[in-house]
C-alpha cells in the first residue's frame, strides 16, 4: 500500500529552485488518473504496478504512477498546447515496488512544443548534468543512445512494413530483437503462407489490415479461439504470416550487427555510423547528422562527450521514445540503477493527442530525477 507522502530533503528543494532559475515552470497535476489512458501509454510492465481505484459512478482510476503523462495531459489540454512550454515537478508517484514503500518522491523536467529537437535534447542533457550535482561530487556515468538511428536503419534497409513495425518494438528487448533478427536471417518461406492475401494488406493501414481480417474470420463463423477474440487472431495471423515471408540478405544482416554493435562515445559513434553507411549504400544522413548536432551543442554547453558512453543498443523500458534516450548513473557505484533517465518520447504525445481528439504535433524530450537514489549516491541516505 502507498504509505504517507515522503517529505521533501533539503536537497530536493534545492533541485527545485535549480529548475525554477533554468526556466520550468513547476506542475501540479492530479494524483488519480484514469487508468485507461495510463495502461495504453505506459506498457505493460508498469501497467501492472499501478495503483487501481474507481469513482461514484465506476469509472477506473489510478493513482499517477510518474509525472509525464499527466503534465503532457494537462499541456495538451490547456490554452497554450500550440506554444512551446518548459515544466518541472516535484512530488509523490505511485507504483509497487517489491520490498518498497509504493509511494515515493520524483523529480523532473519536460519541453514541449520545441522545434529546434536538437537543442531541445543538449538542454535537459546539460540540466540533468547540473542537477545531479546538486546531491553528489562523486563521478557521474552519461550514458546515451538514439531510437532515431535504429529506426532509419530499418527504413534504409526497405524492409517490409511489418518488420519494421515488429523490430521497432522489439528494440527495447534485447533477447526478442535478437531472435527477431536470426529469424529475419533466414531465407523466406518456401510454399503457401497466404501470399495473396499478405500482397494484398502489404503497405495498407494497420488498423485497416486488421479490420479485413477480422471481418473474414466473423465471415467463416471465428469469434473466438483459446479466449482470443477475432481482432487477436487476426492481429497474429497479419504479423506472423508476414514475418514468416521474407529474409534479408547476409551482407545486409552483417550491416544491422555491425551498427547495433558499436559501444563507444558519442563522437566515435557518428563518424563510425557514417562510414557503415557509406559502405552498406544506406541512406542515414538525416538521422546521423542529428546525432552530430546535438553531440556539438552538447560540447559547447560543456559536456564531456569523451567520458560520455554511446551504444546503438541502448533503449529504456517504454516504447514510446522517438530518438534521444540517456541515462546518469554513479560512477562510485553507491547507487546500482540510474539516477536520471529520459529521452525524446515524440511518440507518446502523438498518442495522447490521437486519444484526446485533439489536431496537434508536440515535440516532447525530458527526464525524471529519481531523488532517493540520489541521495544514496551522494552518501547521504
Known amino acids: 500500500m502507498p504509505t504517507a507522502t515522503t517529505s521533501l530533503s533539503a536537497l530536493d528543494i534545492s533541485l527545485a529552485a535549480l529548475l525554477a532559475e533554468a526556466g520550468f515552470v513547476r506542475a501540479e497535476p492530479p494524483l488519480l488518473m484514469p487508468a485507461d489512458l495510463v495502461r495504453d501509454l505506459v506498457g505493460e510492465a508498469l501497467a501492472r504496478r499501478l495503483y487501481l481505484t474507481t469513482d461514484a459512478d465506476g469509472a477506473e482510476l489510478c493513482l499517477r504512477p510518474d509525472y509525464t503523462i499527466p503534465v503532457v495531459q494537462a499541456h495538451l489540454e490547456g490554452p497554450n498546447a500550440r506554444e512551446a512550454a518548459a515544466y518541472s515537478y516535484l512530488g509523490p508517484v505511485f507504483r509497487h ?6 509511494e515515493f518522491n520524483q523529480a523532473g523536467i519536460e519541453l514541449l512544443g520545441r522545434t529546434d529537437r536538437e537543442a531541445a ?5 546539460a540540466i540533468a548534468l547540473k542537477a545531479a550535482r546538486v546531491y553528489t561530487d562523486g563521478p557521474l556515468q552519461l550514458v546515451l543512445g538514439d531510437v532515431g538511428i535504429f529506426l532509419s536503419l530499418i527504413n534504409a534497409l526497405g524492409l517490409p512494413a511489418v518488420w519494421r513495425r515488429r523490430l521497432a518494438k522489439d528494440f527495447r528487448r534485447s533477447g526478442m530483437l535478437a531472435d527477431d533478427l ?19 494488406l502489404e503497405g495498407s493501414d494497420p488498423k485497416a489490415a486488421r479490420e ?46 555491425q551498427v547495433l554493435g558499436l559501444d563507444t562515445d558519442p563522437v566515435s559513434a557518428e563518424a563510425q555510423l557514417r562510414e557503415i553507411a557509406s559502405r552498406a549504400g544506406l541512406d542515414m544522413t538525416a538521422a546521423i547528422n542529428r546525432l552530430a548536432e546535438r553531440n556539438a551543442l552538447l560540447v559547447a554547453a560543456g559536456v564531456d562527450l569523451s567520458a560520455a558512453k554511446f551504444s546503438t543498443r541502448f ?17 562510485s557505484g553507491r547507487a546500482g540503477k540510474p539516477l536520471v533517465g529520459g529521452g525524446r518520447y515524440d511518440r507518446l504525445t502523438d498518442m495522447m493527442t490521437a486519444k484526446l481528439g485533439l489536431d496537434l504535433k508536440v515535440p516532447a524530450v525530458g527526464c525524471a530525477f529519481w531523488v532517493e537514489r540520489l541521495a544514496v549516491a551522494g552518501g547521504r541516505a
Open 121 to 125: 535534447d543538449a538542454e535537459v542533457i
Open 315 to 331: 533503449g529504456r523500458d517504454v516504447d514510446y521514445y522517438t530518438g534521444l534516450v540517456f541515462e546518469i548513473h554513479d560512477g
Open 212 to 257: 479485413l481480417v477480422t471481418d473474414l474470420l466473423s465471415i467463416a463463423g471465428i469469434t473466438t479461439v483459446g479466449g482470443r477474440s477475432a481482432a487477436d487472431i487476426a492481429e497474429r495471423f497479419l504479423e506472423q504470416a508476414a514475418l514468416g515471408s521474407g529474409g534479408l540478405a547476409a551482407d545486409k544482416v552483417a550491416v544491422v550487427e
Open 97 to 102: 515496488r517489491a520490498g518498497m514503500a509504493g
Open 182 to 200: 536470426r529469424r529475419l536471417a533466414e531465407p523466406a518461406a518456401q510454399g503457401p503462407t497466404h501470399a495473396g492475401l499478405l500482397a494484398a
